[in-house]
C-alpha cells in the first residue's frame, strides 16, 4: 500500500482539542489554591503549557519518523532496559506522600511509571507480531510476552501505584487478546493475579480504607470518605449546564487534587454534563480513529502498536472518570491530555506522534 501523504486529521485535531481544553481546565482548577500558596494563578498552568509545548514539538517530529523503524531490537531492548532502569532509580529518590513515583534532576521531575506504558506496548507489538500463529505455546509465546509487562508492573506496585499497575496489566491482556490468546490462559492469569490483588486491596491499611470508603463514604466523612463525598458533591452541583467556566466550589480548598486526578469533578461542576459528555466524546472520536488505524492496518507490528497506544489512553480515561465518579475506588491516576503533570502529557502526546504517523498508511 502506498504511503500517503497527510496523517489522520480528525485525530490530529481531537488529540488538539483535548490539550487546549485540558490547559483551559488546568488553570480554572489550579488558580485560586496556586495563588494562595505560590502568591501566583499561574505556576500550574505555566508548567503544564511548557510540557503542552514539548510534547506537541516531540509528536509532530515523531509523526514524521516512519513507525517502522521501532520494529528493531536495537530500539526495543535499549527502551525497555532503560525503563526498567528509571522504575528502580525511584526507589533511591526522596519519597513523597509515602510514595517513590518520581525522579527528580536539575529541578525536573519524571514518572517513570508514565514511560512504563508505551514501552510496555512496543515491546508487545515488536515481540506478538511474529507469534499470532503461535499463541497456543504457552511456555514459548504466552510466558515470554507476559515477562515485561510483569517486571514493569511488579515495581510499579512496589512504588506503589496500583493504579498504573492495573492499567498495564489490562493494556497486556488486551493486547494478547487480539493476537489470539485462549480464553484459558487469561483465566489462569486471573486466577493467579486474585490473591496478589486482594492481598494489596486489603492487607495494605491504606488501600483497605480506602475500599471501606469506596462502600461506605458516608461513614467517615471526614475521614477516608472525604474526597470521594467531596467529588460528588462538585459532580452533582454541576446539573446540565454547571456554574460556569471557573466558578466551580469545589476547588477552593474541598476537593483534593483537584487540578490533577480530580479535574474531571471540576469539569463536571463547573460546565455540567454537556462538558462531562463533550470530554466522553473526545475520548470516543480518539479511540475510533486509533483503532480504526490499528484494525485497518496491513503490517501487524503497526496494528498492534496502533491498539496498545489507543487501549493505553481509553483504559486510563475510563479509570479515571469512573473514580470521580464514585464506581471504582480511589486511585492515583491522571486523566490522559487533562490532568496537571508533566510527565503525562509528555508522553501522551510522543505516543500520538508514533500512531498518527501510523495513520499514514491507512486509507
Known sequence: MAKRVGVDKWLFGVVLLLVLFGLVMVFSASAVMAQSSLGSPYPYVANQAKWAVLGLLVMVWLMRVDYRRYNNPRVVFPAVTVTMLLLACVFVMPGMNGAHRWIRVAGTTLQASELAKPVLVLFLAYFLQTRIHQMDDWKG??????????????????????????????????????????????????????????????????????????????????????????????????????????????????????????????ICEELGLIGALLIVGLFVALGYRGLRAAFLSTDPFARFLAFGLTTAILIQAFFNMSVVLALLPTKGIPLPFISSGGTSIFITLASMGVLLNITREID
Do not use: W
Not at 488501600?207 to 470508603?213: D, G, H, P, Q, T
Open 141 to 266: 509465546t504466552i510466558l515470554r510476552a507476559v515477562a515485561v509487562p510483569l517486571l514493569f508492573t511488579a515495581l510499579i506496585l512496589k512504588e506503589p501505584d496500583l493504579g498504573t499497575g492495573l492499567v498495564c496489566m489490562a493494556v497486556t491482556a488486551l493486547m494478547l487478546y487480539l493476537a489470539g490468546a485462549k480464553t484459558r490462559y487469561f483465566a489462569v492469569g486471573a486466577a493467579l493475579a486474585a490473591p496478589v490483588l486482594y492481598f494489596m486491596l486489603f492487607h495494605v491499611a491504606f488501600r483497605r480504607a480506602r475500599m471501606l470508603a469506596f462502600v461506605n463514604p458516608e461513614a467517615d466523612p471526614r475521614g477516608t470518605g472525604f474526597h470521594i463525598l467531596q467529588s460528588l458533591i462538585a459532580v452533582g452541583t454541576g446539573g446540565i449546564r454547571g456554574l460556569g467556566l471557573m466558578e466551580g466550589r469545589q476547588k477552593l480548598f474541598y476537593l483534593p487534587e483537584v487540578q490533577t486526578d480530580f479535574i474531571f469533578a471540576n
